[in-house]
């Protein structure tokens, strides 16, 4: 199986709704069924079917999580010496060289992107382009609206 990266940030928060999900959410719906089966008949009984699915989704979403820790490729943005150049888990400070906005994003795994939080996975047009650059380099990006220069103006391990 193919190693998956993930800062260790995105790890942590894995592992913790992983603990959530195997002591408290597991147990609520073992006991929500429990208090359904009790009512009797449960071919009419709404509050058992919605807490079989519930533990259906419950019990995929552990899976899931192990699946995607045991596989996982542990990165620790501080630790990384890739000489200034954008790499898995650094943060990049960019300007748009038509309007002079500027961004900051950090690449991350897939779990734990999110854009409006300044995380891009990996695997995305943006992160592609930064790859390999290094400060000063001008990165192309193929977006929707065509292509967009960025200058990276830093880029930080942290």
Partial sequence: MATLPITKKGAEKLKAELHQLK???RPWVINS???ARAQGDLS?????????DRQGFIEGRIQEIEGKLSAA???DPTEV???GKVVFGSTIELEDED???????QIVGEDEADIKLGRVNISSPIARALIGKSEGDTAEVQAPGGIKRYEIIAVMYI
Avoid: L, P, R
């Fill in 99 to 105: 309007t002079g906005d500027k961004v900051t994003y």
């Fill in 44 to 52: 009419e009984n709404a509050e058992y079917d919605a807490a079989k």
């Fill in 23 to 25: 002591t408290v959410d």
């Fill in 33 to 35: 069924i429990s208090e």
């Fill in 73 to 75: 490729q542990i990165i």
């Fill in 81 to 83: 010496d890739a000489g």
